[in-house]
């Protein structure tokens, strides 16, 4: 894919995002369009801005059109959101790297969205790649996580980005897997 920017999201991108990320929503797609990946939690103006000034909000751009996304929280942010909460209340239990993800600097990864005509084309590496640029100097591991019922997802977290996929968990009785990864800091050559 040619042509495509990443860069910080600002308020004029985030009609375009919230757009994406409706139409993304696991209660608004088929049961054949889910099985390229869905979203679980809404969004809104008001909390794309709160989390863009929070850590960021990354996106993608082709001819000044939003073609995907990614979102970024501190843990502070993220203790607002029941599933979030609950999952780092297992980070001193979970392993990461030889240590519990508790001893880390981390912050919290997704929603994360390429819209249908660009998946795999390599969108996600290139808002990947800007994100751990943006992240680089404030956090040493991120966090994410995966519904187990999200194979695209989950493959494209590990085998595409290499995030490391640490335990399970349940929420609402639904199942999650939690992936982690290293932020390592930039070489600007
Ligand atoms: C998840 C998402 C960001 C991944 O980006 P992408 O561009 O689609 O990712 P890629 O195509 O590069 O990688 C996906 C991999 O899963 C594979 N895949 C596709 N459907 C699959 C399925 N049902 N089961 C297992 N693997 C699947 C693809 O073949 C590809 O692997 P390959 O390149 O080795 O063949 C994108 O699909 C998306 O936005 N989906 C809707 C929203 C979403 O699910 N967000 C994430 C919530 S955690």
Same mark, same amino acid.
């Given at each position: 894919?040619?042509?495509?920017?990443?860069?910080?999201?600002?308020?004029?991108?985030?009609?375009?995002?919230?757009?994406?990320?409706?139409? @993304?929503?696991?209660?608004?797609?088929?049961?054949?369009?889910?099985?390229?990946?869905?979203?679980?939690?809404?969004?809104?103006?008001?909390?794309?801005?709160?989390?863009?000034?929070?850590?960021?909000?990354?996106?993608?751009?082709?001819?000044?059109?939003?073609?995907?996304?990614?979102?970024?929280?501190?843990?502070?942010?993220?203790?607002?959101?029941?599933?979030?909460?609950?999952?780092? %209340?297992?980070?001193?239990?979970?392993?990461?790297?030889?240590?519990?993800?508790?001893?880390?600097?981390?912050?919290?990864?997704?929603?994360?969205?390429?819209?249908?005509?660009?998946?795999?084309?390599?969108?996600?590496?290139?808002?990947?790649?800007?994100?751990?640029?943006?992240?680089?100097?404030?956090?040493?591991?991120?966090?994410?996580?995966?519904?187990?019922?999200?194979?695209?997802?989950?493959?494209?977290?590990?085998?595409?980005?290499?995030?490391?996929?640490?335990?399970?968990?349940?929420? @609402?009785?639904?199942?999650?897997?939690?992936?982690?990864?290293?932020?390592?800091?930039?070489?600007? %050559?």
């Amino acid at each position: 894919m040619t042509n495509i920017i990443f860069r910080r999201a600002s308020a004029a991108d985030y009609p375009e995002i919230i757009a994406l990320h409706k139409k @993304n929503l696991f209660s608004n797609l088929s049961d054949i369009e889910r099985q390229d990946g869905f979203l679980s939690i809404d969004i809104s103006d008001p909390l794309l801005a709160a989390i863009n000034e929070d850590v960021a909000v990354i996106v993608g751009v082709q001819e000044k059109v939003a073609i995907a996304y990614v979102c970024a929280t501190t843990q502070e942010y993220s203790q607002q959101i029941p599933l979030l909460k609950y999952m780092m %209340s297992l980070y001193p239990e979970t392993m990461f790297q030889g240590q519990p993800l508790s001893n880390y600097r981390s912050f919290l990864y997704g929603p994360v969205c390429v819209a249908a005509a660009y998946r795999g084309t390599g969108i996600l590496q290139g808002l990947f790649k800007a994100l751990l640029a943006q992240v680089a100097t404030q956090f040493n591991a991120g966090v994410a996580f995966v519904a187990k019922d999200n194979p695209r997802s989950l493959r494209a977290h590990t085998q595409k980005l290499g995030m490391e996929m640490l335990r399970d968990f349940e929420f @609402n009785g639904k199942s999650y897997f939690i992936l982690g990864f290293p932020v390592l800091p930039q070489s600007h %050559s």
